[in-house]
């Protein structure tokens, strides 16, 4: 597997884990849970969301995971 592929999948999963700690926390908006810890919450996922966008803006100075093309083609390096 080559490093575009690995990151592309870790980006993938990433986005999965994301979207299901998004519907956990809606489930969380609609239960009986204490208004600071939804808060506290709340601010925790948004938090993370803004970090994973940063993560992924960076990664594609190394790598253009939308560029489905190069999948089993290495990259050559910056370094």
Same mark, same amino acid.
């Given at each position: 597997?080559? &490093?575009? @592929?690995?990151?592309?999948?870790?980006?993938? =999963?990433? $986005?999965? /884990?994301?979207?299901? +700690?998004?519907?956990?926390?809606? &489930?969380? @908006?609609?239960?009986?849970?204490?208004?600071? =810890?939804? $808060?506290? /919450?709340?601010?925790? +996922?948004?938090?993370?969301?803004?970090?994973?966008?940063?993560?992924?803006?960076?990664?594609?100075?190394?790598?253009?995971?939308?560029?489905?093309?190069?999948?089993?083609?290495?990259?050559?390096?910056?370094?």
């Amino acid at each position: 597997m080559t &490093t575009l @592929e690995i990151i592309s999948r870790l980006c993938a =999963v990433t $986005e999965t /884990l994301s979207e299901i +700690v998004k519907k956990q926390q809606e &489930t969380i @908006e609609r239960s009986k849970v204490e208004e600071e =810890v939804k $808060e506290e /919450l709340r601010r925790m +996922v948004n938090e993370t969301d803004r970090e994973l966008d940063v993560i992924e803006y960076h990664m594609r100075r190394h790598c253009d995971t939308d560029d489905v093309g190069a999948f089993g083609k290495e990259q050559p390096s910056d370094d």
